[in-house]
Every structure is written in structure tokens, then in C-alpha cells.
């Protein structure tokens, strides 16, 4: 009687003993997956549902790999019934994206039955992933900044300016320039690249010098204000 709990109607049966298997496996790599996750995010505050669903992930994959098996016909289905499926988010972090499509294949290793494959590939994309935010891999030598200064209209912001930025920064773009005060003053808007380890202050002091002391702004991030 209880056989036939897990059997389906198409006399396939599902192994409790390999399902429970690969639900232990992948949920135990979930967890090493949204941990490495959580701890290479230390500049931004890590998403809690982002970190939940890498847990989730493989577990769910694994699960419906198990009960689709090798049979055409549920995979057919299954494939119907996501299609049916919107999911609606903004655009992630490419990281972000690289740690789904991780928990995927830990998942799909997991529920094929391949555990100790899916094991090792977990184990060691963790470690290499932990390793490259170690070693700053690919970063970047400066920062991306916004940069706006408040001119007064007699001043050539041409050239203003190029001693301070060839000493701060690696690269400099003026995007925007726009009057004020009745076209008694300027406001130029840049998009900088500080050099790393020189002061923000000092940068500041010496534009202030150039522009008689008017208004200066450094957005430190520029991504999440793009708007010039």
C-alpha cells in the first residue's frame, strides 16, 4: 500500500531513499552557496531573499528533476506549466545572476543522482569565488563618482580645473554644463574615477581654491544616481 504512494500512474517509481538523498545534498550546498554569497557582498548590504532563495534553489531543482525522471512526457509538461509562469524583476547584479545559474547546476547535479560530482563543483566554485573577492579580482584601480561644481560665469572652466583632476583622479568626463542664478553662475557636472587612497577632503579643498568657494558636490555613488 505504501508503494504506491510513491509510484506514479505511469508505473514509474520515485526512490524515497535518492529523493531525500539529493533534497539533503542540495540543500546543504544551498546553504554553502548563499553563505559565499553573503560574505562576498561586503560592500552592499546582501539581499535576505536573494540569500533565502540560493538555499531554496537547488532543492527545488533537484526535486523536480527526481520526480521528472527520464519521462518525456512530464518534462513536456513541466515545461508547459512554467511557461505559464511571469516573473518580474529588475535586471540583477551580473554576480547575482552568476550565483543563480550556480544553485541551478548544483541542483540539476544533485537530482540526477550525480551527489558526490555535485559535491565537489560546489565545493570548489564556492572556494573560487571566495578566492577571487579575496584577491579583488577584476576591480577596478579607482572609484566611479559624480562630480558637480558651481562656477562664476567669468571663469574659463575649460581649463580650470586640470591640475586637480590629473592629481585625483584616473579619468575625468565633463557630461553637463548648465547656468544658474540668471546666468550668474555655472554648474558643470563631471563623471570622475578618484585614484585610491588619496583623501575625498583634499580633492574638495583644492576645487574650492579654483572655484572661489562655491558649491561643490562628490556623489560617491554613481550608480545609483546616474541622473546628471
Request: hydrophobic letters at 50%.
Amino acid at each position: 500500500m505504501f508503494g504506491s504512494i510513491f509510484k506514479s500512474s505511469d508505473s514509474v517509481a520515485v526512490s524515497v531513499g535518492g529523493l531525500a538523498a539529493a533534497l539533503g545534498v542540495a540543500l546543504a550546498l544551498g546553504l554553502l552557496v548563499s553563505f559565499v554569497y553573503i560574505r562576498t557582498h561586503k560592500t552592499r548590504s546582501p539581499s535576505q531573499s536573494f540569500a533565502v532563495t540560493l538555499v531554496l534553489l537547488p532543492a527545488i531543482i533537484a526535486t523536480i528533476i527526481v520526480l521528472v525522471g527520464s519521462n518525456v512526457a512530464r518534462a513536456f509538461s513541466l515545461a508547459g506549466a512554467f511557461s505559464i509562469i511571469r516573473f518580474r524583476s529588475a535586471p540583477g547584479d551580473p554576480k547575482d545572476i552568476t550565483y543563480v545559474l550556480f544553485s541551478m547546476a548544483v541542483g540539476l547535479a544533485a537530482g540526477m543522482g550525480f551527489l558526490l560530482y555535485a559535491a565537489i563543483v560546489g565545493v570548489v566554485m564556492c572556494g573560487v569565488m571566495a578566492l577571487l573577492e579575496v584577491l579583488k579580482f577584476g576591480k577596478a584601480r579607482g572609484t566611479e563618482k559624480i562630480l558637480k561644481i558651481t562656477i562664476p560665469e567669468n571663469l574659463d572652466y575649460q581649463n580650470a580645473f586640470d591640475g586637480v583632476m590629473q592629481k585625483y583622479t584616473l579619468s575625468n568626463t565633463l557630461r553637463r554644463v548648465k547656468t544658474a542664478d540668471l546666468g550668474s553662475l555655472y554648474e558643470l557636472n563631471y563623471s570622475v574615477v578618484t585614484r585610491d587612497g588619496l583623501s575625498e577632503k583634499d580633492f574638495i579643498d583644492e576645487l574650492r581654491c579654483r572655484n572661489g568657494n562655491l558649491n561643490i558636490t562628490l556623489v560617491l555613488d554613481a550608480q545609483s544616481n546616474a541622473e546628471f
